[in-house]
């Protein structure tokens, strides 16, 4: 604890001495986040000063400063020469982009160091795991450690003599083993970790035991799989805790918590929950992959390859998500940059314990500014009015709606549709009864550009009430060449108490979270007119029947600073 407390103080007079240089030398620390040039560059989500960008990798708190690696590409804004890009910051906002911290340079990573996690050891240094692909393209997972342990900024890693540890042996498919997950300690001392993998072409966690994290050995038997799924990219295991807020360590287990295993497959992360015997090694999902209608995901959107970490400063687990672009290669080419990470989430166990729930970390508050607040404001059917006072394309928007009337909901057997399609079918020009209503972002002044993010209210066939959830974007650009498609999924709430949105607007990009975070929609949207200060914001209502804004409070959002390295010297990231 004294330890902590003393790198807690170094941290905060490097911090007044970075302040004092960057008002110094303001052309050299250049943020890298949005310009007009850039209409769709973003001004707080984390994006490298140019190229490709894709899975977050190994995020971690160590000695007082978060570190975020990621999937990059130094040469290009498209896939390739795949390096670990790496970034701190001490409040998951601000961040100082570093040297890259993994390069392929060994004939086991040769052709790219890929995803992989960290592992923060019993003495409390970190390691890595990460797939490289070797000189014959197969994957095989390596390790790497810090130069110096003791630089909180952990600058310079070392790939360790023994790589590879684990390779593709006993029937393994070379081409699909990969993405180590965080490690987790047994009763028995003995490390757990999981490798994505495939059996007969269905979905795999491989498990690998090792007593001292340079020794692997393969179990028999896989933590989990599936005859319902393809190959499984990214998969991430924890701990959750029924009953309370806190998240967990991943090699923490108690009577009152149940596990997570998530996957990354048809372009989609899914996940379950289930009861993990750590004696044993068995995990038994409460309901399996793709057999609920439900079919459970961290985002209905524009989110993949996510990977979660526990915050040891904060008590919670946070979730990081790759966000895809949605126009083409040549676009970003031409722009010179490719891929966002999605804000980090604070993520914990539903109260039903069925699901979890997932919202914007608190810290992403300090960016709020200017506010504007609406409290009990009808909203008649078929009308729209502008939510002005803040900077609509660069917002966060909570809003909560009461619905008065639900006797005369359209009548749906949620079980058996598609959500997307129906929010495709039924979409915000599309009048229903109740709803649609919520909000149209990144909007043009006569909304021939809209993104609208919204509810439909309807009448299951048992009497109870199905709360829809769409995205839609058919109408978000003039462009031709952009993907336009809608996104959907049902929201576990009753209607008959309020129904929450919150939305955060950064230019090209818009996260929605639905009923308190239990369900979640990402998109990427590359508005023509509806840029900078052009952009503009309502609330609407197209259903038939009245509702009633309770509350809305709405902000415009400031910049992130993002900044590269200030030449051989570090410093944290100033407020």
Same mark, same amino acid.
């Given at each position: 604890?004294?330890?902590?407390?003393?790198?807690?103080?170094?941290?905060?007079?490097?911090?007044?001495?970075?302040?004092?240089?960057?008002?110094?030398?303001?052309?050299?620390?250049?943020?890298?986040?949005?310009?007009?040039?850039?209409?769709?560059?973003?001004?707080?989500?984390?994006?490298?000063?140019?190229?490709?960008?894709?899975?977050?990798?190994?995020?971690?708190?160590?000695? =007082?400063?978060?570190?975020?690696?990621?999937?990059?590409?130094?040469?290009?804004?498209?896939?390739?020469?795949?390096?670990? !890009?790496?970034?701190?910051?001490?409040?998951?906002?601000?961040?100082?982009?570093? $040297?890259?911290?993994? $390069?392929?340079?060994?004939?086991?990573?040769?052709?790219?160091?890929?995803?992989?996690?960290?592992?923060?050891?019993?003495?409390?240094?970190?390691?890595?795991?990460?797939?490289?692909?070797?000189?014959?393209?197969?994957?095989?997972?390596?390790?790497?450690?810090?130069?110096?342990?003791?630089?909180?900024?952990?600058?310079?890693?070392?790939?360790?003599?023994?790589?590879?540890?684990?390779?593709? +042996?006993?029937?393994?498919?070379?081409?699909? /083993?990969?993405?180590?997950? &965080?490690?987790?300690?047994?009763?028995? %001392?003995?490390?757990?970790?999981?490798?994505?993998?495939?059996?007969? !072409?269905?979905?795999?966690?491989?498990?690998?035991?090792?007593?001292?994290?340079?020794?692997?050995? @393969?179990?028999? @038997?896989?933590?989990?799989?599936?005859?319902?799924?393809?190959?499984?990219?990214?998969?991430?295991?924890?701990?959750?805790?029924?009953?309370?807020?806190?998240?967990?360590?991943?090699?923490?287990?108690?009577?009152?918590?149940?596990?997570?295993?998530?996957?990354?497959?048809?372009?989609?992360?899914?996940?379950?929950?289930?009861?993990?015997?750590? $004696?044993?090694?068995? /995990?038994?999902?409460?309901?399996?992959?793709?057999?609920?209608?439900?079919?459970?995901?961290?985002?209905?959107?524009?989110?993949?390859?996510? @990977?979660?970490?526990?915050?040891? *400063?904060?008590?919670?687990?946070?979730?990081?998500?790759?966000?895809?672009?949605?126009?083409?290669?040549?676009?970003?080419?031409? %722009?010179?940059?490719?891929?966002?990470?999605?804000?980090?989430?604070?993520?914990?166990?539903? @109260?039903?314990?069925?699901?979890?729930?997932?919202?914007?970390?608190?810290?992403?508050?300090?960016?709020?500014?200017? $506010?504007?607040?609406?409290?009990?404001?009808?909203?008649? =059917?078929?009308?729209?009015?502008?939510?002005?006072?803040?900077?609509?394309?660069?917002?966060?928007?909570?809003?909560?709606?009461?619905?008065?009337?639900?006797?005369? *909901?359209?009548? +749906?057997?949620?079980?058996?549709?598609?959500?997307?399609?129906?929010?495709?079918? %039924?979409?915000?020009?599309?009048?229903?009864?109740?709803?649609?209503?919520?909000?149209?972002?990144?909007?043009?002044?006569?909304?021939?550009?809209?993104?609208?993010?919204?509810?439909?209210?309807?009448?299951?066939?048992?009497?109870?009430?199905?709360?829809?959830?769409?995205?839609?974007? &058919?109408?978000?650009?003039?462009?031709?060449?952009?993907?336009?498609?809608?996104?959907?999924?049902?929201?576990?709430?009753?209607?008959?108490?309020?129904?929450?949105?919150?939305?955060?607007?950064?230019?090209?990009?818009?996260?929605?979270? !639905?009923?308190?975070? %239990?369900?979640?929609?990402?998109?990427?949207?590359?508005?023509?007119?509806?840029? =900078?200060?052009?952009?503009?914001?309502?609330?609407?209502?197209?259903?038939?029947?009245?509702?009633?804004?309770?509350?809305?409070?709405?902000?415009?959002?400031?910049?992130?600073?993002?900044?590269?390295?200030?030449?051989?010297?570090?410093?944290?990231?100033?407020?």
């Amino acid at each position: 604890m004294e330890g902590s407390l003393i790198w807690i103080l170094v941290v905060h007079i490097l911090v007044i001495a970075y302040q004092g240089e960057v008002g110094a030398s303001d052309r050299i620390q250049k943020n890298f986040q949005y310009n007009p040039k850039q209409p769709h560059r973003t001004a707080y989500h984390f994006q490298p000063s140019k190229n490709w960008m894709n899975d977050p990798n190994g995020p971690m708190y160590y000695k =007082g400063i978060y570190h975020l690696f990621y999937q990059y590409n130094p040469y290009a804004a498209v896939w390739g020469n795949i390096t670990w !890009g790496h970034a701190v910051s001490h409040n998951l906002i601000d961040w100082i982009d570093l $040297e890259h911290a993994i $390069e392929p340079t060994e004939p086991y990573d040769i052709n790219g160091c890929w995803s992989g996690s960290a592992t923060i050891l019993p003495g409390g240094n970190p390691v890595i795991l990460y797939t490289g692909a070797d000189f014959k393209n197969r994957q095989v997972q390596n390790l790497a450690e810090p130069k110096n342990p003791s630089d909180p900024y952990l600058k310079e890693w070392i790939k360790a003599k023994n790589n590879p540890l684990m390779t593709p +042996i006993n029937g393994i498919d070379p081409q699909f /083993f990969r993405d180590p997950t &965080t490690a987790w300690q047994g009763p028995d %001392k003995r490390w757990r970790v999981v490798v994505g993998s495939q059996i007969d !072409g269905h979905g795999t966690a491989l498990l690998y035991r090792s007593k001292d994290f340079v020794t692997w050995t @393969k179990s028999e @038997k896989p933590l989990h799989f599936s005859n319902k799924t393809k190959m499984w990219e990214c998969p991430d295991f924890y701990p959750v805790i029924v009953s309370r807020r806190n998240g967990l360590d991943t090699s923490v287990h108690s009577k009152n918590s149940k596990h997570v295993l998530k996957a990354s497959f048809n372009d989609q992360d899914y996940y379950i929950i289930g009861t993990y015997n750590p $004696e044993t090694d068995k /995990f038994i999902p409460d309901v399996d992959f793709m057999e609920s209608y439900l079919k459970l995901r961290y985002d209905y959107g524009i989110f993949y390859a996510s @990977k979660t970490f526990y915050d040891s *400063a904060k008590r919670r687990r946070i979730l990081w998500g790759w966000v895809t672009e949605g126009d083409d290669k040549l676009d970003d080419i031409k %722009k010179g940059w490719s891929g966002l990470q999605s804000i980090p989430r604070s993520i914990v166990l539903d @109260k039903n314990g069925k699901q979890l729930t997932q919202w914007p970390i608190k810290e992403i508050e300090r960016l709020r500014r200017k $506010e504007v607040n609406l409290q009990n404001k009808g909203i008649k =059917g078929g009308t729209a009015f502008e939510i002005t006072g803040i900077t609509a394309s660069q917002a966060d928007v909570e809003v909560s709606f009461h619905l008065p009337n639900l006797h005369d *909901a359209e009548l +749906i057997h949620p079980e058996k549709v598609d959500p997307k399609i129906l929010c495709s079918e %039924k979409n915000a020009s599309t009048k229903g009864v109740i709803g649609p209503f919520g909000l149209m972002v990144l909007a043009s002044k006569n909304l021939t550009e809209r993104t609208a993010v919204f509810f439909r209210v309807f009448k299951s066939h048992d009497d109870k009430y199905a709360v829809l959830m769409c995205s839609h974007q &058919t109408r978000s650009s003039l462009r031709k060449v952009v993907n336009k498609s809608s996104f959907g999924a049902f929201v576990d709430v009753d209607p008959k108490e309020n129904i929450s949105l919150r939305s955060l607007i950064d230019h090209s990009i818009v996260e929605s979270f !639905g009923g308190g975070g %239990k369900t979640c929609i990402t998109s990427r949207v590359y508005p023509e007119l509806a840029v =900078g200060q052009e952009a503009h914001l309502y609330v609407f209502n197209y259903g038939t029947k009245s509702v009633t804004i309770s509350n809305l409070h709405g902000w415009s959002m400031g910049r992130a600073k993002i900044f590269p390295a200030h030449g051989k010297k570090m410093f944290p990231t100033p407020n």
